[in-house]
């Protein structure tokens, strides 16, 4: 009779230490779950320095150019084979600008700015 009793409060005490916590989670507020209004009122990304954002206007996989409307304007670009493959006209897509690569601001650590004689 003894061993059924602690087997019981063995099992009451497990069931409490792994019900318990489960049931003291808060749940989540409506203010902590973005909604899709919410993030169509941040309007659509901006292009800047190194990339550039736009609407898909026109695909041309013969030449492999995509042409965007951007805040910009209208601009032809040359993007990789696998985005110009999966661009339909209206996507919104961000290609790399292209040219130089960005400018690395810690001293030192491009091999051509070394000065000789080190």
Same mark, same amino acid.
């Given at each position: 009779?003894d061993? %059924?009793r /602690?087997?019981?409060? @063995?099992?009451?005490i497990?069931? &409490?230490t ?5 049931l003291?989670?808060?749940? &989540? /507020?409506?203010?902590a ?6 993030l169509? *009122?941040? +309007?659509?990304p901006?292009?800047?320095a ?5 609407t898909v206007?026109?695909v041309?996989?013969a030449e +492999? /150019?995509?042409? @965007?409307?951007t805040?910009e304007?209208? %601009?032809?670009?040359?993007p990789?084979?696998? @985005?110009v493959?999966?661009a %339909?006209v209206g996507? @919104?897509?961000?290609?790399?600008? +292209? +040219?130089? &690569?960005?400018?690395n601001?810690?001293?030192? /650590?491009?091999p051509r700015? *070394?000065?000789?004689? %080190?």
């Amino acid at each position: 009779m003894d061993y %059924r009793r /602690t087997l019981a409060t @063995l099992a009451l005490i497990a069931a &409490a230490t792994t019900v318990t916590p489960a049931l003291a989670q808060r749940p &989540a /507020t409506p203010e902590a779950v973005p909604f899709p209004e919410d993030l169509e *009122r941040k +309007g659509p990304p901006k292009s800047d320095a190194y990339r550039l954002v736009g609407t898909v206007v026109e695909v041309d996989r013969a030449e +492999g /150019t995509i042409t @965007l409307e951007t805040d910009e304007g209208v %601009r032809t670009v040359k993007p990789s084979p696998m @985005l110009v493959a999966a661009a %339909r006209v209206g996507d @919104l897509i961000s290609v790399d600008r +292209g +040219g130089d &690569a960005p400018v690395n601001a810690s001293p030192g /650590t491009d091999p051509r700015m *070394r000065t000789r004689g %080190r």
